[in-house]
């Protein structure tokens, strides 16, 4: 749980976004925050810098994995 007694869910852009390689390469940790909502888009591939409310109050840990 996140400190707002929330669960930490492991998110997998959904199968509309790019290739699975690409997918896989992009798989977080997200916290929904003080909220309690989900708000990071289920089709996002890569941290949106530009816009960091983009993810609401979320808290995200995005995962990378070396390329075989």
Known sequence: LDGWGNPVVIQLPDAS???LEQRLN???LVSAGPNGDIETPSDQLE???SDPAA???DVVLYLR???P
């Open 55 to 57: 993810v609401g109050d």
């Open 47 to 49: 941290p949106d810098v």
């Open 65 to 67: 994995r070396e390329n």
């Open 17 to 19: 976004t790019g290739t």
């Open 26 to 28: 992009a798989v977080r």
